[in-house]
């Protein structure tokens, strides 16, 4: 879940996994949080990190679509 109201929930996987997009549309940090299952430790990852790295990932694709409806390139 989200910290704050601020922090945008951009995809959330089948298994329950979720990625968020810290502080909103001006956040530079991406937080995936993980179900239980699998260990449910949150982790952060630097936004330019996480764009290359995940562009063809549907979490990837689905930060790529929020960010280009906020203007950014």
């Known amino acids: 879940m989200p910290n704050t109201a601020d922090d ?3 995809y959330s996987s089948e298994n ?31 936004l330019e ?4 790295r995940e562009q063809s990932t549907p979490q990837g694709q689905a930060l790529g679509k929020l960010l280009e409806r906020y203007g950014h390139n």
Do not use: I, K, M, Y
Not at 20 to 45: E, I, M, W, Y
Not at 49 to 52: A, G, Q, T
């Open 8 to 10: 945008l929930v951009f």
């Open 16 to 46: 329950g996994d979720q990625w968020v997009l810290v502080g909103g549309a001006v956040g530079t940090t991406v937080r995936h949080l993980p179900n239980l299952s699998s260990g449910g430790n949150l982790r952060d990852t630097p």
């Open 49 to 52: 990190e996480f764009l290359p």
